[in-house]
């Protein structure tokens, strides 16, 4: 498996990338200090995965920075991506370990104690736990646990947990209070005017908050 720092999770919308591409909104977040990227495309089938998924693979070569692919196993394997993430209503994560194999980072959406309590750290590298807030760019989501919810996710979890759900930079103190390891964000990134000064603006809240 290879190392990954869950401090800055961007999760890619091709909605809100419209305008500048999915590629160039990664290529600026990471040169703004994202540490972690998932592709998530729900409209673009396996084939439409693998080819964004290459060029994301070209943008983030040498940059340290592990792709994850959101919920499609046979894109993760044919991108050659570094990771997959599969939700509670996705393939069981014990079968998605069973067909990546042992390297590939393995992440699980976990929105509720129950959901927690049953990761299997031997199968699973980290959780996304949330929603914090609702969110519209997932409007199926459970109801929001709030930061005391999540941090009952995150002394739960067995593995490193990142905060997803309508999080942004002035969200930073309380996601790492709660013992989170960091946030993943979708809006506050993609879709803004400048996607490296957003980005910029969370990494600098986060290493100032961890400096005390």
């Not at 977040?29 to 990227?37: M, Q």
């Not at 699973?124 to 736990?129: C, D, I, P, S």
């Not at 209070?177 to 400048?194: H, M, N, R, T």
Request: one cysteine or more.
């Amino acid at each position: 498996m290879k190392r990954f720092d869950l401090s800055l999770y961007l999760v890619l919308d091709p909605d809100l990338c419209r305008a500048r591409s999915m590629v160039e909104t990664t290529r600026a977040a990471v040169a703004g200090g994202a540490t972690i990227v998932q592709l998530r495309d729900k409209a673009a089938g396996t084939a439409g995965l693998v080819e964004t998924g290459r060029a994301l693979m070209s943008v983030l070569e040498g940059t340290g920075v592990p792709l994850i692919v959101n919920d499609d196993v046979e894109a993760a394997v044919a991108i050659g991506a570094h990771g997959l993430h599969v939700g509670q209503g996705d393939m069981p994560a014990a079968e998605a370990r069973r067909r990546v194999g042992p390297r590939m980072i393995l992440g699980l959406s976990v929105e509720t104690e129950a959901a927690v309590r049953a990761v299997d750290p031997a199968v699973v590298n980290y959780v996304g736990a949330g929603p914090v807030f609702a969110t519209q760019t997932k409007p199926d989501h459970e109801p929001p646990t709030g930061f005391d919810g999540l941090a009952r996710l995150v002394a739960l979890s067995p593995v490193p947990a990142v905060a997803i759900g309508g999080l942004k930079a002035e969200h930073v103190a309380p996601v790492l209070a709660s013992g989170a390891e960091g946030l993943a964000v979708v809006s506050a990134i993609c879709g803004q005017p400048d996607p490296e000064a957003a980005a910029r603006l969370i990494a600098d809240a986060i290493r100032d908050c961890r400096r005390g």
